[in-house]
Structure formats: structure tokens, C-alpha cells
């Protein structure tokens, strides 16, 4: 299980700043879709930039042009690009043959997806790295959690690693390594701590201890 600190409601400077913080105590850094839509793919390749060995993940929610998206995230410094679970097939696929061609890997993001299991069934055919499922900010707010919906893709896929966001903190961690995804994705659970790093630290202790 990998940690995966997601950065939404930060400036590039300020996703700089915390990461230097934490950087001994996690695998990939996302770049968030509100840092992508404030700031564009610099904040990516400034990122990546600050911390060139470090894994860089563009949310960029891909829906449509999937092969270019790819391309520029790409050639912005990501390693990893995010794109719909509910996108069109044809997407996907130029999403994948895309990533492949640059030594890139795509994470399809559940949010969203009404039949959880067969959609993620379908995804792996069509050769994603990851499948994600989500539970978004405004879904988190009315007490919802994607327990379930992980469960759901575990019995079903084969091929891609499976991977957890939203709300996940300290206290709910125990419940999400239970699950064991290969990729949890931690936001507000480490960056709306006073000491980051302290909480970065106990979270990866936890999730490496399994």
C-alpha cells in the first residue's frame, strides 16, 4: 500500500511548501483539479521540478481529447493522469495508449459511476493502471464513505491496482487498510493538520505496519 497526498486548496508555492514537509512519508503528490484549473499544468511541472524523484499525480478529471490531455500532462512532468471512469471507452483507450507510449500510467477516477462493479470490470479490460473509487467533497458532506464501492472493484478486477479517496483521516484509516488498496489518498487528513509532517508520519506508520 502506497500513501498518496492529495493537494487541492493550494497555490503552486503553498503545494511546495507542504510538501517539503512531509516528502519523507509519502509515494505520490497530486496535484488536485482546483490547483490545475487556478494555476494550469505549471503547478505540475513545478512540482515536479522542486522534486524530480518524486511520483507526480495530475488530477485532471480527463472527459473528452484524452490522448492530448495525456500528452501535455505528460510533458508537464506527471507520472500519473486521472481521467473519468464515466468517460466514453474511446477515451479510455487513448487515455491508456497514450500514457503507454510515454511510460506514463492512468488512474480512472469512480466518482460518479452509478454500476461501480461492472464499470470497474470494463476499465481493466481496458488496461487502466488504477481504478479509483471516490467519494467527492459534496458527498462526504451529506456522510458518505467508499468503503462499499472498494470492496465492489476488488472482487472484479484483475489486472489494475485499486486505490481510495475521500474524507480519509487518521481515525477512518484502520477501516481503509482493512480494505487493502494499493493506493490510499490522503488530503485534508495531513494538510489541514497543524503538524503535517506528524501526521503524514503516523498515517504511512500505519498504512506500511498494514
Same mark, same amino acid.
Given at each position: +500500500?502506497?500513501?498518496?497526498?492529495?493537494?487541492?486548496?493550494?497555490?503552486?508555492?503553498?503545494?511546495?511548501?507542504?510538501?517539503?514537509?512531509?516528502?519523507?512519508?509519502?509515494?505520490?503528490?497530486?496535484?488536485?483539479?482546483?490547483?490545475?484549473?487556478?494555476?494550469?499544468?505549471?503547478?505540475?511541472?513545478? +512540482?515536479?521540478?522542486?522534486?524530480? %524523484?518524486?511520483?507526480?499525480?495530475?488530477?485532471?478529471?480527463? +472527459?473528452?481529447?484524452?490522448?492530448?490531455?495525456?500528452?501535455?500532462?505528460?510533458?508537464?512532468?506527471?507520472?500519473?493522469?486521472?481521467?473519468?471512469?464515466?468517460?466514453?471507452?474511446?477515451?479510455?483507450?487513448?487515455?491508456?495508449?497514450?500514457?503507454?507510449?510515454?511510460?506514463?500510467?492512468?488512474?480512472? %477516477? +469512480?466518482?460518479?459511476? $452509478?454500476?461501480?462493479?461492472?464499470?470497474?470490470?470494463?476499465?481493466?479490460?481496458?488496461?487502466?493502471?488504477?481504478?479509483?473509487?471516490?467519494?467527492?467533497?459534496?458527498?462526504?458532506?451529506?456522510?458518505?464513505?467508499?468503503?462499499? %464501492?472498494?470492496?465492489?472493484?476488488?472482487?472484479?478486477?484483475?489486472?489494475?491496482?485499486?486505490?481510495?479517496?475521500?474524507?480519509?483521516?487518521?481515525?477512518?484509516?484502520?477501516?481503509?487498510?482493512?480494505?487493502?488498496?494499493?493506493?490510499?489518498?490522503?488530503?485534508?487528513?495531513?494538510?489541514? $493538520?497543524?503538524?503535517?509532517?506528524?501526521?503524514?508520519?503516523?498515517?504511512?506508520?500505519?498504512?506500511? $505496519?498494514?
Amino acid at each position: +500500500m502506497k500513501l498518496q497526498l492529495a493537494l487541492d486548496l493550494v497555490d503552486i508555492n503553498g503545494a511546495i511548501e507542504v510538501v517539503k514537509e512531509v516528502e519523507n512519508h509519502v509515494d505520490v503528490v497530486e496535484i488536485g483539479t482546483p490547483v490545475v484549473i487556478n494555476e494550469g499544468l505549471k503547478a505540475v511541472k513545478e +512540482m515536479k521540478k522542486a522534486f524530480p %524523484d518524486m511520483t507526480v499525480l495530475a488530477d485532471l478529471k480527463i +472527459m473528452d481529447a484524452a490522448g492530448y490531455e495525456v500528452s501535455q500532462a505528460s510533458a508537464s512532468g506527471a507520472d500519473i493522469v486521472t481521467i473519468l471512469g464515466a468517460a466514453e471507452d474511446e477515451s479510455i483507450k487513448g487515455a491508456v495508449k497514450e500514457a503507454k507510449k510515454q511510460g506514463k500510467e492512468i488512474l480512472a %477516477d +469512480m466518482i460518479a459511476v $452509478q454500476d461501480i462493479e461492472a464499470r470497474a470490470g470494463e476499465l481493466d479490460q481496458l488496461g487502466v493502471d488504477y481504478i479509483c473509487v471516490h467519494t467527492g467533497y459534496d458527498l462526504q458532506a451529506v456522510g458518505k464513505d467508499s468503503f462499499a %464501492d472498494l470492496a465492489a472493484i476488488k472482487k472484479v478486477v484483475k489486472n489494475a491496482k485499486t486505490a481510495i479517496a475521500g474524507g480519509i483521516k487518521l481515525e477512518t484509516l484502520p477501516e481503509v487498510i482493512s480494505h487493502n488498496p494499493d493506493l490510499i489518498i490522503v488530503g485534508g487528513g495531513i494538510t489541514g $493538520q497543524e503538524d503535517k509532517a506528524s501526521a503524514a508520519k503516523q498515517i504511512k506508520e500505519l498504512i506500511t $505496519q498494514g
